[in-house]
């Protein structure tokens, strides 16, 4: 199979630049084949290389290319790659400002679940076999070639996540590969049972503890931003893998999670609206997942919600409306909780806190505690007045600091 123009400028002029410099042969490999075949644009594209890290660092010098690092610290680099200098094998070269990452072809030789150790080979197949699914594993040439070695071209035909080789082996290279399957499953709505992957996630989803909350988060927010990732909930569950991350869900709170993610509310909604039950620790996630503090407020603010029928919409701005929430925040709400007395105050643009530490600055007041306590004094003042009071009118509230005339406060 042939694709139409997968290659960029700048990618060919760099796949060019690796041949006639060191004769070395460059692919695009990964999701962006995947994507190329079904017809998307892919958000990134990843290159591969039969140079090495030094190699590449040498041609970049010769043909005047900037890399990062630069090639003026080349003389810092061991001649043996596999032992030092940059281990995992990408170098990014800079052209027109823009940065692209080229990557030699690589084998894992030891993994703990979280981390690899890789030396770095010349055979595309046997970097093929290190990657987690079928629809990963294929790569373009410059002759716009696919290369598929594990089917995954029938794969996406057939709408399949499929591990590459034993499930078992790749989950235990890296754990995080069990929510990038239910992830990849959302991609390509695959709604079939898998027992053999299944029963492998199954015996594996205690790992994920070992998992840093950050790349939890990463996937998860992902998988929740869509109604088809929130479709592979039951699955997740089945396999034990909600249930280790903290999520006890049931019917009701499966159906709020569907309605907000198929009106597009945002992934902290739909969490927010997944964990409104009695038992599960809304809290305990978002500081395990190392959700943003925004992230974290809307959340636990649609959980409190959607588990009472109280409006509280003076609670809401006060909590999250101060806290550099998104702009759009108003209607993902909306959507997510529907005809309410809330939804109809959030139509609303939310109020925006009219004092900056600049016009304390302009009054004399030194950026530090002090400029802190007295922000958070004149945000009750301004909660209190119902979010009316100007600049002006809030800063001659503080008894000890007057606004002067000529500032021009709004």
């Known amino acids: 199979m042939k694709?139409?123009?997968?290659w960029s400028a700048e990618a060919m002029f760099l796949a060019q630049q690796l041949k006639t410099g060191g004769g070395h042969v460059t692919r695009i490999v990964g999701g962006a084949v995947r994507d190329l075949l079904r017809g998307e644009t892919p958000a990134d594209i990843d290159l591969v290389t039969t140079a090495?890290?030094?190699?590449?660092?040498q041609i970049a010098e010769r043909q005047g290319l900037n890399t990062?690092?630069?090639?003026?610290?080349?003389?810092?680099?061991?001649?043996d790659w596999n032992k030092g200098g940059l281990k995992h094998g990408t170098v990014t070269f800079v052209l027109n400002g823009e940065p692209f990452e080229i990557t030699t072809l690589r084998a894992d030789i030891a993994t703990d679940g979280r981390h690899a150790e890789v030396a770095f080979v010349q055979d595309f197949r046997i970097d093929a076999a290190r990657r987690d699914?079928?629809?990963?594993?294929?790569?373009?040439?410059i002759h716009g070639r696919v290369h598929d070695y594990y089917g995954g071209i029938k794969d996406l035909q057939n709408r399949e996540v499929r591990f590459v080789g034993e499930p078992e082996e790749r989950i235990q290279e890296d754990y995080l590969r069990i929510l990038r399957y239910f992830r990849m499953r959302a991609k390509l709505d695959d709604r079939s049972r898998n027992e053999v992957a299944f029963n492998a996630i199954l015996r594996h989803a205690d790992d994920l503890d070992g998992l840093a909350g950050e790349r939890i988060w990463q996937e998860m927010k992902k998988l929740l931003a869509s109604a088809t990732g929130v479709s592979q909930l039951p699955f997740m569950q089945s396999t034990g893998v909600l249930a280790k991350l903290g999520i006890q869900?049931?019917?009701?709170?499966?159906?709020?999670?569907s309605l907000a993610a198929e009106n597009a509310s945002g992934s902290a909604v739909v969490l927010g609206m997944l964990t409104s039950n009695d038992w599960t620790d809304l809290d305990a996630i978002v500081d395990r997942w190392r959700l943003s503090k925004s992230e974290g407020m809307i959340a636990k603010f649609i959980k409190e919600e959607a588990a009472s029928t109280a409006t509280d919409f003076d609670r809401f701005v006060a909590a999250i409306c101060c806290e550099n929430a998104r702009a759009d925040l108003p209607s993902l709400l909306y959507q997510a909780v529907g005809e309410t007395a809330l939804a109809s105050a959030l139509r609303a643009q939310l109020p925006k806190f009219p004092v900056t530490?600049?016009?304390?600055?302009?009054?004399?007041?030194?950026?530090?505690?002090?400029?802190?306590?007295l922000i958070k004094r004149l945000k009750a003042v301004w909660r209190a007045s119902g979010y009316s009071l100007s600049s002006t009118e809030l800063l001659q509230s503080l008894p000890d600091?007057?606004?002067?005339?000529s500032r021009g406060f709004k």
């Open 68 to 79: 990062i690092p630069t090639a003026q610290r080349l003389r810092d680099f061991p001649d």
């Open 249 to 257: 869900m049931n019917e009701q709170t499966y159906s709020r999670a």
């Open 3 to 6: 694709l139409a123009r997968p």
């Open 133 to 141: 699914f079928t629809i990963n594993a294929m790569n373009v040439d």
């Open 401 to 405: 600091i007057s606004a002067p005339p």
């Open 52 to 57: 090495t890290p030094f190699e590449m660092m």
């Open 357 to 373: 530490g600049e016009d304390l600055i302009a009054l004399g007041v030194k950026p530090g505690p002090e400029m802190g306590e």
